[in-house]
């Protein structure tokens, strides 16, 4: 596997660095022939990744950080860089912001031209297309489930998983073991634990009147009762 072939400080100048990529899963022949390509191409520094698509670009996010002013980062191809459409916005708008250029060798684009800025325009609005068809196509989803009634809506709260919440509290499980056995924040399970505490839980959620507990529930509720209206009780004789 080949690593950073150049190592090297910009020292002001205007550089071209490239990117490789491939799978775990690629021949290393393929991988080879894009450092060929990219130091054909006279780039000055080469990053790399062997990670498969949707892993983690260690190398190509550092060389997105080095990249400056009148830079340009060298690809082969299109799909050794992007994710998606989207991902490419982002990494060219990135770019953009910086100053510097992408160019993809396959598509003899160079978006420091005008036929690469026009390229990447239309890529942007393919980007912008896609995402409202997929918005299109989530609310239609939902309609159609709404109308077989298959509609769940949105996935239950730390409020619908209450009894839970406490059930497992009663058997002597933390709130961190709570928090990853329901898969909610461990912040939400002690607000449950605080408020059963305080009796605002009994008033708030009648769900609970079936509670283990509950005697303790409600003799705390009619307490926190109690004390709120001797508080705010008028004084009598004056």
């Known amino acids: 596997m080949y690593h950073n072939i150049y190592s090297i400080e910009k020292m002001g100048l205007i550089m071209k660095f490239g990117y490789a990529r491939t799978s775990t899963l690629d021949q290393q022949a393929d991988f080879e022939a894009q450092v060929r390509e990219l130091r054909d191409a006279s780039c000055e520094q080469v ?10 670009r260690a190398k190509l996010n550092a060389a997105l950080d080095v990249i400056g002013d009148g830079d340009t980062l060298v690809v082969t191809k299109l799909d050794r860089l992007a994710r998606s459409t989207a991902h490419l916005v982002q990494i060219t708008d990135g770019l953009e912001a910086k100053g510097a250029c992408l160019q993809i060798l396959n598509l003899d684009v160079d978006t420091g ?26 609310r239609e989803g939902i309609a159609k489930a709404k109308g077989e009634g298959k509609y769940k809506g949105r996935k239950p709260t730390a409020r619908a998983k209450t009894k839970d919440v406490l059930r497992l509290k009663d058997n002597g499980i933390g709130a961190t073991e709570i928090s990853r056995t ?57």
């Open 47 to 56: 990053f790399t990744d062997q990670v498969s698509f949707k892993g983690e």
């Open 113 to 138: 031209t005008p036929k690469g800025k026009l390229m990447l325009t239309m890529l942007g609005a393919i980007a912008q297309f896609e995402r409202e068809i997929n918005l299109e196509r989530q």
């Open 182 to 238: 329901l898969g909610i924040g461990r912040a939400s399970v002690y607000r449950i634990i605080n408020e059963r505490k305080s009796g605002r839980l009994y008033k708030r959620i009648p769900l609970l009147k079936n509670h283990p507990r509950q005697k303790e529930i409600d003799a705390r509720a009619n307490s926190i009762n109690n004390r709120y209206r001797f508080r705010h009780a008028p004084l009598r004789g004056f």
